[in-house]
């Protein structure tokens, strides 16, 4: 087995059982996530995604395409059954998520979509850490730990070290951090 292949598999580990702890305590009631948080994250990690394969990020850039999947579908249960009163900020954020995307795919320049999904990303991820300062206690700091985590061999696993590989990874393991740690030290 190649070093990049274990960084790959390494990666995915602590992202699903971070997700499969964030499901569960979503389907118990306890944890109850932004809607629009969720939408805006697996826009962008989709973003990020497309912009690593791009680059040629190779098997480092799994942990991006199952952060898009899972945060899509936590989305998707979180309308039903989360915080779903979006704002203008929200609104905002999920434009920039799609400009991002329509600048990667359609005008093609990945450096500047990449910019704009990062900086709704680090938005993103203050929304999110503004919830989790007035309700720690709806979210799962384990489970922000563990995708923060999950980047870390990613990055090792990457075919190519780029801006278009590494800048997602790094900006949204630092964000996933940032949560965990207003959690913990609110909850």
């Known amino acids: 087995m190649s070093a990049k292949l274990l960084f790959g598999i390494l990666s995915i ?5 971070a997700y499969y702890l964030y499901f569960r305590d979503m389907f118990k009631g306890k944890t109850r996530p932004h809607a629009f948080s969720w939408l ?3 826009t962008l990690a989709g973003n990020g995604f497309f912009a690593q394969i791009s680059a ?14 899972a945060s899509l579908t936590i989305a998707v249960f979180a309308f039903r059954i989360g915080a779903t009163q979006p704002t203008r900020f ?12 329509l600048l990667l795919f359609v005008v093609k320049n990945k450096e500047a979509a990449l910019c704009i999904t990062l900086f709704a990303l680090v938005a993103g991820f203050v929304m ?15 489970a922000f730990w563990l995708n923060t985590l999950k980047f870390v061999p990613a990055i090792f696993a990457l075919a190519s070290f780029t801006f278009l590989t590494m800048a ?3 900006v949204a ?15």
């Not at 580990?13 to 059982?17: G, K, R």
């Open 13 to 17: 580990i602590p992202a699903v059982i």
């Open 56 to 69: 040629h990020a190779g098997i480092g850039a799994w942990a991006t395409g199952l952060t898009s999947v």
């Open 168 to 170: 997602y990874p790094l």
């Open 128 to 142: 999110n850490i503004r919830k989790a300062y007035r309700k720690p206690q709806e979210e799962n700091a384990v």
């Open 40 to 42: 805006v994250w697996g």
């Open 173 to 187: 393991a630092m964000g996933n951090a940032a949560v965990a740690l207003v959690v913990n030290l609110r909850g």
């Open 90 to 101: 929200d609104w905002t954020l999920l434009f920039m998520a799609l400009a991002g995307l």
